[in-house]
């Protein structure tokens, strides 16, 4: 059985709407596969839909944005953005609509000031950026991605990314997400919604300790006592280093670890559908302690 848990349509930064997600996963293989759009629950009813079109099982979820503040051992506070995947909550708990809200606002707020900066470098302005993400979806750098690559300055997303984001660049592009909550806070508050919290790829991309230097207990032992429920292990920007201390993490505290694709449509990603899965036992692990929203399987 093939368990997918973590995909993106157009409804956040995937490329495809969700009937193609979930016309993809049908191709794939895929038996459930999770909608997980960036901070928004729009997608679950066109998904619920779709998935019953195909004949696949469908699992609610979110890809929360959050913002982790964690004191160094020399004392200094370091902040750093944290995606934490929250399955079945309550799409209608109030507290985490409107966390969810104030997160899709200040994304808008915090991409127009990245479109300032790229602006100031690139030919783009925000009418070039605007239109490449459909009305209502959460804004995130993959548009201005898709911006620059319509404008002809790149080939790609991924492109795009190395040359802005990556890693010795000539300027600073980068703006982080400041109006989003806190990583503790979040956890607690989708418990509160009755989802089940999951870190979506732990220590990726170069976040992770370099060659030589510890992990991060301290900062995953506060996740964990403020109900962290596990950890998307096996995904593709998990280093097999970070895969081998997670998994030996979640065994001493009885954690669920999942595997997926972190899916955003053929041209968006190189992720393909299905390539991470995740095991039926952790799945019904997750369902067992779900009590915002029920899965369609
Ligand atoms: P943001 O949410 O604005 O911080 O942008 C992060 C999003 O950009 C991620 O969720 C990915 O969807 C996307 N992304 C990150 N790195 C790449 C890449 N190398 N190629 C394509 N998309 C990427
Ligand atoms: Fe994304
Ligand atoms: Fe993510
Ligand atoms: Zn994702």
Redesign the pocket.
């Known amino acids: 059985m093939k368990i997918d848990l973590h995909a993106?349509s157009n409804c956040s930064?995937g490329k495809e709407s969700v009937e193609e997600v979930f016309r993809q996963a049908k191709l794939a293989g895929v038996d459930v596969l999770a909608l997980t759009d960036?901070d928004t629950t729009h997608g679950w009813p066109l998904a619920a839909a779709a998935a019953k079109a195909e004949g696949i099982g469908f699992v609610p979820g979110i890809e929360v944005?959050t913002r982790a503040h964690v004191t160094s051992h020399e004392g200094k506070l370091r902040k750093f953005?944290v995606h934490m995947l929250a399955y079945l909550p309550d799409p209608n708990h109030e507290e985490l609509k409107t966390v969810l809200r104030n997160s899709v606002e200040s994304?808008e707020l915090r991409?127009r000031q990245i479109v300032d900066k790229v602006g100031a470098v690139y030919d783009l302005t925000w009418d070039d950026v605007e239109p490449m993400i459909e009305a209502g979806a959460t804004f995130?750098?993959?548009a201005v991605?898709d911006a620059l690559v319509k404008r002809e300055h790149f080939k790609s997303?991924?492109h795009v990314?190395?040359a802005l984001w990556g890693k010795n660049t000539k300027h600073d592009f980068y703006v982080p997400?400041r109006g989003v909550p806190d990583t503790i806070e979040a956890i607690k508050l989708i418990r509160l919604a009755g989802g089940v919290p999951i870190i979506a790829h732990p220590l990726s991309r170069g976040k992770g300790p370099k060659f030589g230097q510890p992990m991060p207990r301290e900062h995953f032992e506060e996740m964990i006592a403020a109900g962290l429920a596990g950890f998307e292990v096996n995904h593709r920007d998990v280093s097999w280093r970070a895969r081998r201390w997670l998994k030996n993490l979640a065994k001493e505290h009885d954690l669920i670890v999942t595997g997926s694709s972190d899916y955003?449509g053929l041209t968006?990603?190189p992720n393909r559908l299905g390539e991470n899965t995740t095991s039926k036992e952790m799945l019904d692990r997750i369902i067992a302690q779900a009590t915002g929203t029920s899965p369609q399987l």
Do not use: E, I, S
């Open positions: 993106h930064d960036h944005t953005g994304r991409l995130g750098r993959p991605a997303r991924k990314f190395k997400n955003h968006g990603k």
